[in-house]
């Protein structure tokens, strides 16, 4: 590699990669360049000494980061660990007056036709992306990062991120509309199954339910769907979406995990930023300034003329309208109770007249509504509820067939003991044993321990449990009984939004055997 020259200014460098090669001999190559022309660079397995706590460490590093070097391999991109953080580092950049830290995409033998996982499609849709061959791709990339950093204005690097001048553009996901087939190759979860994927699972009569209902154009729908974490919410409001195209509507899938944090600012911020994104998605020219008078009709006045005087009237066929991880916006109580409120009266207003009867409304949540809110003024007493339960023996067994493995209800039943019939925790584990990276047996040893195929799951989750100390005291509390436990309603929300316990009546215990060994061990329970 040829000598670069030292920098000017120094700048701090987080690298994000997975611990596998590709990615650990790049990201090695990247770290000795970066600290060899003069600046900081923190490597998770260079940089972290025996002993230290490494959640702590990660979460110290993103913070006085410049800048996010995110090298996207086929593993990298289907890793938790490595969506966690980009979720933070953009969380972080949203809320920073600095614009840090800048987040360098860099696709590692990735081509742009394969698809990223529905929640790092989202995180990068607006961030431009450099690819990587071959090891003559290496010192070209380093010249134009270090260029970037002798520009040394991050603002204006912000804005040039955004433009087609440095990295191409993320591609919109592809979908293939192909049947699919009764047995396929293994497939790794990595978010919301595809449309044509063999290996979606069926939960009847749910499917048809939403389905009939989505397919009123003489009345407007609420659909509202809600589970914790990874059990396949966003996969099902996107086939609701898909059955809806068919039938010629027009379709908005809307997610609000996405969201940049300064959106929920205040909700006439928020409501701009929701009619612009509908609209956008529609195809349809920003016509904010026209319809938004805050003096006069306020926000929620404004955002309803703008769906009933100009985003209606413009389109001529009914709207299905997909809100996925609306959990978000709990999160912010002065703007929730407006917002919710807002669709409870515009799904009413579709007794009363005909443009609303448009706007069907899908609503995807992980847990229960846990803000006060007037029971006149909610939607989630109004439609059609579901609630997305885990696999039966039956699904697992299918799902098991599906990946070409004869088994029987005894192996099905040795695989749920661990994980139960948590859709994601089944289908990594279908994956692993179909493609013989592992048996069955060895699985189940190793399930619960950062050497087996759950690793990058379950330090993903401890990793966010030691952000919030009083959600890791709460699971701990669970983990150490073996009776169901009582614990603070907040807490308790939030860890089933996370999917790690399951409800007995008004106590919880963990979700699987799988959270419980695991999290008795890291947390260090007697």
Same mark, same amino acid.
């Given at each position: 590699?040829?000598?670069?020259?030292?920098?000017?200014?120094?700048?701090?460098?987080?690298?994000?990669?997975?611990?596998?090669?590709?990615?650990?001999?790049?990201?090695?190559?990247?770290?000795?360049?970066?600290?060899?022309?003069?600046? !900081?660079?923190?490597?998770?397995?260079?940089?972290? +000494?025996?002993?230290?706590?490494?959640?702590?460490?990660?979460?110290?590093?993103?913070?006085?980061?410049?800048?996010?070097?995110l090298l996207l391999s086929e593993r990298s991109a289907t890793s938790e660990m490595v969506t966690e953080e980009?979720?933070?580092?953009?969380?972080?950049?949203?809320?920073?007056?600095?614009?840090?830290?800048?987040? *360098?995409?860099?696709?590692?033998?990735?081509?742009?036709?394969?698809?990223?996982?529905?929640?790092?499609?989202?995180?990068?849709?607006?961030?431009?992306?450099?690819?990587?061959?071959?090891?003559?791709?290496?010192?070209?990339?380093?010249?134009?990062?270090?260029?970037?950093?002798?520009?040394?204005?991050?603002?204006?690097?912000? &804005?040039?991120?955004?433009?087609?001048?440095?990295?191409?553009?993320?591609?919109?996901?592809?979908?293939?509309?192909?049947?699919? *087939?009764?047995?396929?190759?293994?497939?790794?979860? &990595?978010?919301?199954?595809?449309?044509?994927?063999?290996?979606?699972?069926?939960?009847?009569?749910?499917?048809?339910?939403?389905?009939?209902?989505?397919? /009123?154009?003489?009345?407007?729908?609420?659909?509202?769907? /809600?589970?914790?974490?990874?059990?396949?919410?966003?996969?099902?409001?996107?086939?609701?979406?898909?059955?809806?195209?068919?039938?010629?509507?027009?379709?908005?899938?809307?997610?609000?995990?996405?969201?940049?944090?300064?959106?929920?600012?205040?909700?006439?911020?928020?409501?701009?930023?929701?009619?612009?994104?509908?609209?956008?998605?529609?195809?349809?020219?920003?016509?904010?300034?026209?319809?938004?008078?805050?003096?006069?009709?306020?926000?929620?006045?404004?955002?309803?003329?703008?769906?009933?005087?100009?985003?209606?009237?413009?389109?001529?066929?009914?709207?299905?309208?997909?809100?996925?991880?609306?959990?978000?916006?709990?999160?912010?109580?002065?703007?929730?109770?407006?917002?919710?409120?807002?669709?409870?009266?515009?799904?009413?207003?579709?007794?009363?007249?005909?443009?609303?009867?448009?706007?069907?409304?899908?609503?995807?949540?992980?847990?229960?509504?846990?803000?006060?809110?007037?029971?006149?003024?909610?939607?989630?007493?109004?439609?059609?509820?579901?609630?997305?339960?885990?696999?039966?023996?039956?699904?697992?067994?299918?799902?098991? +067939?599906?990946?070409?493995?004869?088994?029987?209800?005894?192996?099905?039943?040795?695989?749920?003991?661990?994980?139960?019939?948590?859709?994601?925790?089944?289908?990594?584990?279908?994956?692993?044993?179909?493609?013989?990276?592992?048996?069955?047996?060895?699985?189940?040893?190793?399930?619960?321990?950062?050497?087996?195929?759950?690793?990058?799951?379950? +330090?993903?989750?401890?990793?966010?449990?030691?952000?919030?100390? !009083?959600?890791?005291?709460?699971? /701990? /509390?669970?983990?150490?009984?073996?009776?169901?436990?009582?614990?603070?309603?907040?807490?308790?929300?939030? *860890?089933?939004?996370?999917?790690?316990?399951?409800?007995?009546?008004?106590?919880?215990?963990?979700?699987?055997?799988?959270?419980?060994?695991?999290?008795?061990?890291?947390?260090?329970?007697?």
């Amino acid at each position: 590699m040829p000598t670069l020259p030292a920098a000017s200014k120094s700048a701090r460098f987080f690298i994000s990669y997975r611990s596998q090669d590709p990615d650990l001999s790049l990201a090695q190559n990247f770290y000795e360049a970066i600290k060899a022309a003069g600046h !900081e660079a923190f490597m998770a397995g260079e940089s972290i +000494r025996l002993g230290e706590k490494w959640p702590q460490r990660i979460d110290e590093e993103l913070k006085l980061c410049d800048y996010f070097l995110l090298l996207l391999s086929e593993r990298s991109a289907t890793s938790e660990m490595v969506t966690e953080e980009v979720r933070q580092a953009k969380q972080l950049r949203d809320g920073s007056d600095q614009y840090k830290p800048m987040i *360098l995409p860099i696709r590692i033998n990735l081509p742009w036709s394969t698809p990223l996982n529905y929640d790092l499609r989202g995180y990068l849709q607006q961030i431009q992306q450099r690819e990587w061959n071959s090891p003559a791709d290496t010192p070209k990339i380093l010249k134009e990062i270090f260029s970037l950093v002798a520009d040394g204005d991050v603002e204006r690097l912000a &804005d040039r991120e955004m433009s087609n001048d440095f990295f191409p553009s993320l591609p919109p996901h592809p979908l293939n509309l192909s049947p699919p *087939l009764p047995v396929a190759e293994p497939e790794l979860p &990595d978010g919301q199954v595809d449309l044509a994927s063999a290996f979606y699972i069926e939960r009847p009569p749910i499917e048809s339910r939403c389905y009939e209902t989505i397919l /009123k154009p003489e009345s407007a729908s609420l659909i509202r769907i /809600k589970a914790p974490r990874q059990m396949g919410k966003t996969s099902l409001m996107a086939r609701i979406l898909h059955q809806a195209s068919q039938q010629d509507y027009l379709t908005v899938p809307l997610s609000f995990q996405l969201a940049d944090g300064k959106v929920f600012a205040d909700l006439d911020k928020f409501l701009q930023w929701f009619c612009a994104s509908v609209g956008r998605r529609l195809r349809l020219p920003n016509k904010l300034a026209d319809y938004w008078d805050d003096d006069i009709y306020g926000s929620k006045g404004n955002c309803t003329a703008y769906f009933d005087e100009y985003l209606l009237p413009e389109i001529n066929q009914p709207l299905a309208l997909g809100l996925d991880e609306v959990d978000r916006i709990f999160q912010y109580p002065e703007i929730a109770a407006d917002f919710f409120g807002l669709l409870r009266a515009w799904h009413e207003d579709a007794n009363n007249r005909d443009i609303w009867k448009k706007l069907q409304l899908v609503v995807v949540h992980s847990t229960e509504v846990y803000i006060p809110m007037d029971m006149n003024q909610s939607p989630f007493n109004l439609g059609l509820g579901i609630e997305l339960s885990e696999f039966n023996a039956q699904q697992v067994l299918d799902l098991a +067939r599906r990946h070409g493995l004869n088994w029987s209800f005894t192996q099905v039943e040795q695989l749920m003991a661990m994980v139960g019939g948590h859709p994601y925790l089944v289908r990594v584990a279908l994956y692993h044993i179909a493609r013989q990276d592992i048996t069955l047996n060895l699985l189940l040893q190793t399930a619960p321990t950062e050497a087996g195929p759950y690793s990058d799951h379950l +330090r993903r989750h401890l990793w966010n449990l030691e952000q919030h100390p !009083e959600l890791a005291a709460a699971i /701990k /509390k669970v983990v150490a009984n073996t009776s169901p436990v009582r614990l603070d309603s907040i807490q308790c929300f939030k *860890l089933l939004s996370m999917g790690l316990l399951q409800q007995q009546g008004n106590d919880v215990t963990p979700r699987c055997d799988l959270y419980r060994q695991y999290f008795r061990d890291r947390l260090r329970v007697s």
